[in-house]
């Protein structure tokens, strides 16, 4: 039984230009109102990712910064070693002009670079140092790799009494695949990266916000 709903944002409740799909928000909406909770869980910063959820009235908590800092009740926790991640991009920065993404001095946790470079030109430089590097397919972050999306979405689900197993995720790309290991429900919408697919349980035939739409219609209302 299908407990929560975790969701990701770019690419999967947004389109590839990041606009909001409107079938995404109504399927939110649904969800909330049948008394299931959706948590919000992102690579975005933690005030953005938290004025979203509060428009769209979600009660589940939020998993942003790529796991570095959850928010439930609020209560406010930053579990990404932001110095760790500093120093390492210290270092790429030597290597190559990279250029941080809009409003990164408001990240705690995590550092985010546009994709001017390919990722694994990153990984490969960055090959010596502790951290992760993810493509999101909307920027390359740096991150502490002691932290995810699925161990941080396990530690916000435990604050509404809801177990791993219990909950549905639904994402699109690379710093997806920790996220829907740690939950009972994979899917992947059509727009998802390969690896992601090869993961999920169920991939939608629909993109974006209308493959959303698609998985909790199936999953949690019993719609086919």
């Given at each position: ?144 790799p002691s932290v995810s999306k699925g161990s941080s979405v396990i530690k916000v689900a435990e604050n ?65």
């Open positions: 039984m299908i407990k929560a709903l975790a969701l990701d944002i770019d690419g999967t409740i947004t389109d590839k230009n990041r606009r909001g799909c409107i079938s995404a928000i109504d399927t939110i909406y649904r969800v909330e109102d049948s008394g299931i909770p959706v948590i919000i869980t992102t690579g975005n910063i933690l005030c953005f990712t938290n004025a979203l959820s509060i428009f769209l009235a979600t009660s589940g908590g939020i998993v942003a910064e790529n796991g570095g800092v959850i928010e439930y009740n609020g209560s406010r926790k930053v579990l990404g070693n932001f110095e760790v991640c500093l120093d390492a991009y210290n270092h790429l920065k030597s290597e190559l002009p990279v250029e941080k993404v809009q409003n990164s001095h408001l990240r705690i946790s995590e550092i985010a670079i546009t994709r001017k470079f390919p990722v694994q030109t990153i990984k490969e430089i960055l090959k010596d140092f502790d951290v992760r590097v993810y493509d999101s397919k909307f920027a390359i972050h740096i991150t502490d509404i009494d809801v177990k791993p197993s219990e909950i549905l995720a639904i994402g699109d790309s690379e710093n997806d695949i920790e996220f829907l290991q740690a939950v009972g429900l994979k899917v992947a919408v059509s727009n998802a990266d390969q690896e992601l697919k090869d993961i999920a349980d169920y991939v939608t035939n629909q993109p974006h916000g209308n493959g959303v739409k698609e998985a909790v219609e199936k999953y949690i209302f019993g719609i086919n």
